[in-house]
Every structure is written in structure tokens, then in C-alpha cells.
């Protein structure tokens, strides 16, 4: 009826079912375990008004099996994501799965419990394991931003290096970079800041980097209304 997935490994389907509706996947190695995928196969749906609570156990000898309440699955909703690096072991509450014989040091356990959907609702996971597709989307940011930057400076040259040519436009690496600091600040102060941002007037001398909102589309930069630029060469010049 479920399904339980990590990256990089096969899915199990091997769930133990230890009471009527309760089920649990042995998770080996989970301290090299970030996040888990608890899903429905699709063979047997929840019975109406019915949904599933997911669970998460270490393996702790000292304190006992401790759960923690991960989050829900449902028929509207039969798969969900959840991060398990940054829980704390010896911390839980109250669950459904009675005693249970004790794990091997290195292997956890996930489980699901069916149990009513109004019930569910008034349950609350815990806030660590939720996997925030915002986090997702400053995370890449961040990657493209350090690409950008990691790429334009492998192209740098010096002044003394540089030779005169009308057809290619420099640019100071110093620009790029604060243009990086600056989009990592408002990042921080607000992820979705770029979807009301509009383009300010930069210094003349930097106006192509305003205009291309996709620059690696485009194979010429706009100076002005009145006409075109030349491209930009790959050069980029330090300062």
C-alpha cells in the first residue's frame, strides 16, 4: 500500500505491517540520509475520511523508541517529502505504535499510521521536517549566482593585458560582484523579491547589464532605444 524512497537507493515497498493500520520501512545508514519520500503505490486507497500520519524513530538504547510526527498523506495528496537531517534524536511525543522490538544502532524506522482525517488535522508536525520549496529556490540561487560569478572570472584580465578593440565591451569584475551581494542581501531579506523588482537605471557605462533579462538567449546588447551595441566579448576586465 506504501511506498518509501531515499536518493541514490532503491524504493521499498517492504513495509511491516505491524498492526492492522500501521505500517513500518526499516531505514539502514540513516545518519547519511537527508530526506525521505512517503507515498502511496496506488494499489489500495485510503478508506473515505481516512489518511495517513507519517512518522520518523532513531535508533536510541538509551532513551528508548522516541517518534516524531513528520506530516500526512492522503488520497488528495498520496506522496510527501520530508528532511530528516536536522531532527534530534531522545526528542518526540505521543504515537501510535506501542512498543517495538529495538533497532540495530545504525537503522531507523519510518511509519505510518491510518487514522482519521479530522484527527490528522489536529495534529501538529514537527516544524523541521517540512522541506520548504523556498529554501529549494534560495539554494539555487545561490549555486547560479556563484556560477555566474565563478565563470565571468575565469575570463578576467588586467588592464595592462587588455588590447584595444571598438568592438568589444568590458566590464569590471567589481560591478559583477556587488551585483552579487547585492541579490544574495534581498534574497535573504525576502526570497520573492525578484518577482516584483524592476530594472533600475545602472551607470551608463554599465547599461547592458540592465537590458538582458536572459543574456545567454541574446547575441547582442541593447545601449539604448536608438540602436544596438556590440556583443559583449567573453573578456571581462578586473579592477
Request: aromatic fraction near 10%; include cysteine.
Amino acid at each position: 500500500m506504501f511506498g518509501c524512497l531515499v536518493a541514490g537507493r532503491l524504493v521499498q515497498t517492504d513495509a511491516q505491517q505491524v498492526a492492522g493500520d500501521k505500517f513500518v520501512f526499516n531505514l539502514p545508514d540513516y545518519e547519511n540520509v537527508n530526506h525521505v519520500v512517503v507515498f502511496m503505490l496506488g494499489t489500495v486507497p485510503f478508506p473515505a475520511g481516512m489518511g495517513g500520519a507519517v512518522y520518523f524513530s532513531f535508533p536510541d538504547p538509551a532513551a528508548g523508541q522516541v517518534w516524531q510526527l513528520l506530516g500526512f498523506i492522503t488520497n488528495e495528496k498520496p506522496s510527501a517529502m520530508f528532511k530528516i537531517s536536522g531532527l534530534k534524536a531522545g526528542v518526540g511525543g505521543e504515537h501510535p505504535f506501542g512498543v517495538m522490538a529495538p533497532q540495530a544502532a545504525s537503522v531507523a524506522q519510518v511509519g505510518v499510521s491510518m487514522e482519521p482525517l479530522d484527527q490528522l488535522a489536529q495534529q501538529t508536525p514537527v516544524s523541521n521536517a517540512t522541506v520548504s520549496a523556498i529554501d529549494s529556490f534560495t539554494q539555487f540561487t545561490q549555486k547560479m549566482l556563484e556560477s555566474l560569478y565563478n565563470y565571468s572570472s575565469s575570463y578576467a584580465v588586467t588592464q595592462a593585458q587588455m588590447s584595444p578593440n571598438p568592438t568589444e565591451t568590458f566590464i569590471p569584475t567589481s560591478s559583477i560582484l556587488r551585483w552579487y551581494e547585492n541579490f544574495q542581501r534581498r534574497m535573504a531579506q525576502n526570497p520573492g523579491f525578484w518577482k516584483t523588482r524592476k530594472c533600475e537605471p545602472p551607470p551608463l557605462t554599465l547599461l547592458p547589464l540592465c537590458r538582458v533579462s536572459q543574456p545567454w538567449l541574446q547575441p547582442a546588447i541593447t545601449h539604448s532605444a536608438t540602436g544596438p551595441s556590440p556583443p559583449i566579448s567573453a573578456a571581462i576586465m578586473t579592477s
